[in-house]
């Protein structure tokens, strides 16, 4: 099955970098287009959500200076020491999947992340954003809507676990409960340009002319010099072009 595409624009992959609000992973671009390698694809280059720790934990402000340097192999060895030192340290454990990730290891990412789960870490909304951002990775939509929806649970108030969850649900082919999420984002944080930006990519796919326009008019007025911005135009431009020659 193949992912849908807007304009003969194959969808592009994510990025695990410094999180900016509604910016995203640049995961490879050279991927088939086979939904099994899922969220990385689903959107071109649309901004996309951004895996993260939350700042207000720390393991140990020394040791977590390697990650916010992306040190991997030093943060890896330092926690792994620190584990070892406490082996129920569910911090520690969350940590270790989050830099796993950022080695690209998804399958060990997913690992620590649901050994943090069973350590007692429960309710930090971000685990599971990102425990569904490594799903998507490994191709597990289910898994990684499942994940998703569980962050959405844990705090409804936070716009980028519906950001994410539009994404799956985007690559799932299940375009309204995208749509959906996208505007729940936007009720929450009206503005997000990321979920506009997005909203705006759907509906030009669905020849929704009016809406695209509105959601690229609300990016204007934040970010006038953004780059999918000016791509979005032309392409409304064009597919609206296209369409009244047929």
């Not at 592009?12 to 088939?32: E, H, M, Y």
């Not at 340290?89 to 999947?97: I, R, V, W």
Request: glycine share 8%.
């Amino acid at each position: 099955m193949m992912l849908k595409t807007v304009d003969g624009i194959a969808p592009g992959p994510l990025n695990k970098t410094a999180p900016r609000k509604g910016q995203g992973f640049a995961w490879p671009r050279a991927i088939s287009l086979l939904i099994l390698t899922v969220l990385p694809m689903v959107m071109g280059c649309a901004s996309q959500p951004v895996k993260h720790l939350p700042e207000q934990r720390s393991c140990d402000s020394a040791i977590d200076e390697a990650v916010k340097r992306g040190d991997w192999p030093k943060a890896l060895a330092e926690h792994e020491r620190l584990l070892a030192q406490k082996p129920g340290d569910c911090l520690a454990l969350y940590h270790l999947g989050y830099i796993w990730g950022q080695m690209g290891e998804h399958a060990k990412e997913v690992a620590y992340y649901e050994k943090s789960i069973q350590c007692g870490d429960i309710g930090d909304d971000l685990l599971y954003f990102n425990m569904g951002m490594a799903k998507a990775d490994l191709g597990d939509m289910q898994g990684a809507r499942s994940a998703f929806e569980k962050a959405t649970t844990i705090n409804p108030r936070n716009p980028e676990n519906y950001f994410g969850l539009g994404f799956v649900d985007q690559a799932s082919g299940r375009f309204t409960e995208a749509e959906k999420s996208w505007q729940r984002c936007l009720t929450i944080d009206p503005q997000h340009t990321g979920c506009h930006l997005a909203l705006a990519r759907l509906l030009i796919d669905q020849s929704r002319w009016k809406d695209a326009a509105a959601h690229l008019d609300a990016v204007q007025a934040l970010e006038p010099d953004n780059d999918e911005l000016r791509e979005l135009r032309e392409l409304l431009e064009s597919r609206k072009a296209l369409e009244y020659k047929k």
